[in-house]
């Protein structure tokens, strides 16, 4: 019997352990079965960023100004610097954000404005140790890459605009994101939560910039994607029609759409949403939105991030 008790007490903390160890990490089982959508083609490699100093890529934007220009920037510990490439990975140029700061960014976006220039929106949300109690949201004019401008980088970066800042603060409890959104027709700033344990939670943000004020935002509602954990969002993206939403963790992608005739954008927190596979990543942390709103472009945090295109069929 106690040959059998030290057996039991064995198996008990090796179950324990399996328990601790894998909450320090994403979680994934390749014996999983994934249900993904049927409306995609597989994901492929299209090319890789070349700029050597783009090694953490956490934020992913499809230009709305210029074709066949992204922008994306490091994680912290890099300076505030966002980087264009084109379609093969080339290097369009390097530009020093004007009077912002790189503590933790976690995701960009962009939003054709009504006068018909386009501004880039850089989500300073990160915040793993959930000490913070103030973030951030710069706005600044997209910069207009050039035969000029290619090649440039961090030591001999351009500046841009100086960049409007909107502070938030959450009205319930500090929390980590790095999904940061702009609606295309509104221009409000949607911020969804990482969380390991539960879902992510879905604050809106007000478009007002300039403040000395911190503008307190609510929860409008909570998202889980079918995954474990259900609520790890690493980044996100409203398509250009503003009916539909691309979602990522480190695993896979997800898209929520908007039922057809349904003009409340924020109905759509409340549907299922439909995996899409994005291939294999080392730490995938963008996800973004062509033109078209028919392409899906994802990439990943590791030397030379590959750029991956997903079309709908």
């Known amino acids: 019997m106690k040959t059998i008790a030290k057996i039991y007490g064995f198996v008990i903390s090796i179950v324990a352990s399996a328990l601790i160890f894998s909450a320090c990490g994403p979680v994934t089982s390749g014996t999983e079965k994934k249900d993904y959508g049927s409306g995609f083609e597989p994901p492929r490699v299209v090319s890789h960023?070349?700029?050597?100093?783009v090694t953490e890529a956490s934020g992913l934007v499809v230009s709305k100004c210029q074709p066949n220009v992204f922008w994306t920037h490091n994680d912290s510990g890099d300076g505030p610097f966002i980087y264009a490439f084109g379609p093969t990975g080339d290097n369009l140029g390097t530009w020093k954000v004007d009077a912002a700061q790189n503590i933790d960014w976690e995701d960009i976006a962009e939003r054709r404005e009504?006068?018909?220039?386009?501004?880039?929106?850089?989500?300073?949300?990160?915040?793993?140790?959930v000490k913070r109690s103030v973030h951030s949201v710069y706005r600044v004019r997209e910069p207009q890459v050039s035969d000029q401008t290619k090649d440039l980088r961090e030591k001999n970066a351009l500046?841009?605009?100086?960049?409007?800042?909107?502070?938030?603060?959450?009205?319930?409890?500090?929390?980590?994101?790095?999904?940061?959104?702009?609606?295309?027709?509104?221009?409000?700033?949607?911020?969804?939560?990482?969380?390991?344990?539960?879902?992510?939670?879905?604050?809106?943000?007000k478009p007002v910039f300039g403040s000395s004020e911190v503008q307190i935002v609510t929860k409008i509602a909570?998202?889980?994607?079918?995954?474990?954990?259900?609520?790890?969002?690493?980044?996100?993206?409203?398509s250009?029609?503003?009916?539909?939403?691309?979602?990522?963790d480190?695993?896979?992608?997800?898209?929520?759409?908007l039922p057809a005739?349904?003009?409340?954008?924020?109905?759509?927190?409340?549907q299922q949403p439909v995996r899409v596979?994005?291939?294999?990543r080392d730490q995938g942390e963008a996800i973004a939105y062509g033109t078209d709103g028919q392409t899906i472009y994802a990439t990943s945090e590791e030397k030379k991030p590959p750029l991956i295109e997903v079309k709908r069929k």
């Open 49 to 53: 960023v070349a700029d050597p100093d």
């Open 114 to 129: 009504p006068d018909g220039t386009c501004r880039l929106y850089i989500g300073e949300i990160g915040d793993n140790s």
């Open 159 to 205: 500046s841009t605009e100086p960049a409007e800042k909107l502070d938030f603060s959450y009205a319930d409890e500090n929390q980590n994101a790095e999904t940061l959104m702009v609606h295309p027709a509104t221009g409000d700033i949607y911020v969804l939560t990482k969380r390991r344990k539960k879902p992510s939670g879905v604050y809106e943000i």
């Open 222 to 238: 909570d998202v889980q994607v079918p995954s474990i954990p259900i609520g790890l969002l690493t980044g996100g993206d409203i």
């Open 240 to 248: 250009p029609d503003g009916r539909r939403v691309a979602l990522c």
């Open 250 to 257: 480190y695993v896979d992608g997800y898209e929520l759409t």
């Open 261 to 270: 005739g349904d003009t409340n954008f924020d109905d759509i927190w409340r």
């Open 277 to 280: 596979e994005l291939g294999p």
